[in-house]
């Protein structure tokens, strides 16, 4: 049983990638906070080369990407091209439109998806799912969630859970990590907090009110291989300090 290892999903510096430049400026920074994998995310145009290239520069290894759906459907063998190129074996999306939160839409995704993951598994790839919230809505007694583990083998679809927004639809992140035991390569991980005038925050790793402990223990007995940190708002604070505060307080727990 490893501990995974921790990373950054890039989305949260979104205001930092919107250039190559300024990619490649955001790598180096993020290797300097003691990161040495990330989650691609949220960039501006660039050649997949050029980000290939950024990243052994900044002695960063790209382990995952968020790509829209709609390029799984139309360009697979383009993105199958470009994680080859950035040796990267976990594509996933980050969420699906609207039309397929239903028992239809469900049903349809899976039927999509098996072409796909086929595809991707000949490639040495797999395909993650990333939840919000609103999958956590019932369809016919059962979650939404559940229901795509469910009704797929995890060899065609594994799971990217993100326990933030799994405790907001009223889940246990604890629970729906041994749920998704031996299917979930990647965790995306982010804290939760309330203030005085009752609004519901993201916050570090650590400073919140999440039960890091049983989390980070069922991660290890689950297989999560990579601990993802991502904060969809840093409010008042710079991203990079939020990242900086994630990893201290991970890399103190063991996870580096």
């Not at 990243?55 to 968020?66: F, K, L, P």
């Not at 998806?113 to 919230?133: C, T, V």
């Not at 369809?139 to 799971?159: E, H, M, Q």
Request: hydrophobic share 35%.
């Amino acid at each position: 049983m490893s501990k995974p290892i921790a990373g950054v999903q890039l989305y949260t510096l979104r205001e930092h990638t919107k250039t190559m430049p300024e990619i490649a400026k955001t790598l180096k920074k993020v290797a300097a906070t003691g990161y040495t994998t990330v989650q691609v995310s949220g960039f501006g145009p660039a050649d997949p080369k050029d980000i290939a290239r950024a990243a052994e520069d900044a002695g960063v290894r790209i382990v995952s990407t968020h790509t829209n759906w709609k390029r799984f459907l139309t360009e697979l063998d383009l993105l199958i091209e470009e994680h080859k190129l950035w040796q990267c074996v976990h594509p996933a999306i980050g969420g699906l439109p609207d039309d397929y939160f239903s028992e239809e839409g469900l049903k349809r995704f899976l039927d999509e998806l098996a072409p796909i993951a086929e595809k991707l598994q000949k490639a040495g790839m797999d395909f993650s799912y990333h939840n919000h919230s609103h999958e956590l809505a019932k369809y016919g007694g059962k979650t939404w969630l559940a229901s795509v583990y469910d009704n797929s083998k995890p060899s065609v679809l594994k799971a990217e859970l993100d326990i933030y927004w799994i405790a907001a639809g009223g889940g246990d992140p604890a629970d729906w990590i041994k749920r998704c035991s031996g299917r979930i390569p990647l965790l995306h991980c982010k804290d939760m907090i309330v203030t005085r005038e009752h609004e519901q925050r993201f916050a570090e790793v650590g400073e919140g009110n999440l039960n890091w402990k049983a989390i980070l223990k069922q991660a290890e007995k689950s297989g999560v291989e990579y601990l993802l940190v991502e904060q969809d708002d840093c409010y008042e604070r710079d991203p990079f300090e939020s990242l900086a505060i994630s990893y201290r307080n991970l890399s103190g727990w063991g996870y580096k």
